[in-house]
């Protein structure tokens, strides 16, 4: 490894690491699998769309094609043990908040339907947004409990009645 690679991974190491933002560890490996699902089937219908001789297609394609490669990147860089950098941007991503691995995979799955609104790119891209999708309700965070949620509404409509008593007594 060359000094600066050497001094990037020796930064990446010391920073703090990601919170868990209250993921349970199973919900942690399906986002995963969604990911590498998704790379899958945007490789697969990447291929298919660049067969073809309309450029906005090939141009989806080659899009989906990147996009199955920064999926894998990001979610099994395992998958890409040859390439040097691979693990330094998994750490980098892990850092990431859920809301922001939303938005980022779900903006890579709109783009090449943007490009080129074809049931290739669709169902292509449909995995890798559903990616995105899981990561964002883990940004919503947990359902609270009935019981929690009744007694906040208890607590508004007692103090509901109680402006609506003093608004009364006043015009008295």
Known sequence: MSGSGGAAAAAVSSAPPAQDEGMTWWYR???RLSGVLGAISCAISGLFNCITIHPLNIAAGVWMIMNAFILLLCEAPFCCQFIDFANTVAEKVDRLRS??????????????????????????????????????????????????????????????????????????
Do not use: H
Not at 107 to 112: D, K, N, T, V
Not at 127 to 141: D, P, Q, R
């Open 29 to 31: 490996w399906l986002c």
């Open 99 to 172: 809301w922001q691995k939303a938005v980022f995979y779900c903006g890579m799955a709109i783009i090449p339907i943007v490009i080129s609104l074809t049931l290739t790119t669709l169902l292509g891209n449909a995995i890798a947004f559903a990616t995105g999708v899981l990561y964002g309700l883990s940004a919503l965070g947990k359902k609270g409990d009935a019981i929690s949620y009744a007694r906040i509404q208890q607590q508004k409509q007692q103090a509901d009645e109680e402006k609506l008593t003093d608004t009364l007594e006043g015009e008295l």
